[in-house]
């Protein structure tokens, strides 16, 4: 079954950088794409969107500090984290709409990464 992977979470002191990966398990190309998080305690929220025609869009609280891409091949997304904050732990989830030549684009989720951030 179709679902997405994601990988490059980990434990990062404040000011530092990582990327997340997304990527499909067979090849199946990303449609447009989200990611989200959730913090102990919280509600999943949105960080940050990327539509099929390139429009991206951002919560306020990564807003210049996260980017939203997706490769060239459609085949793999990231998410560039960059001057993380301790607020930024949470599991990251990738969220996106798959298609392949005969399949139209359907919803899928990843299982999350955990991402932390000491001060």
């Known amino acids: 079954q179709v679902h997405l992977v994601e990988s490059g979470g980990g434990l990062v002191q404040a000011g530092r950088s990582l990327r997340l990966t997304c990527e499909p398990s067979?090849?199946?190309?990303?449609?447009?794409m989200a990611w989200y998080r959730q913090a102990p305690g919280k509600q999943r929220e949105l960080v940050a969107s990327?539509?099929?025609?390139?429009?991206?869009a951002y919560a306020d609280s990564v807003k210049g500090r996260f980017v939203i891409s997706r490769d060239d091949s459609l085949k793999t997304g990231h998410l560039d984290m960059n001057n993380l904050r301790p607020e930024d732990t949470a599991i990251y989830y990738c969220?996106?709409?798959?298609?392949?030549?005969?399949?139209?684009?359907?919803?899928?989720w990843g299982q999350g990464t955990q991402v932390t951030v000491s001060s």
């Open positions: 969220s996106a709409y798959l298609y392949s030549y005969d399949v139209s684009p359907r919803p899928y």
């Open positions: 067979e090849s199946y190309y990303i449609w447009d």
């Open positions: 990327l539509a099929a025609n390139g429009t991206t």
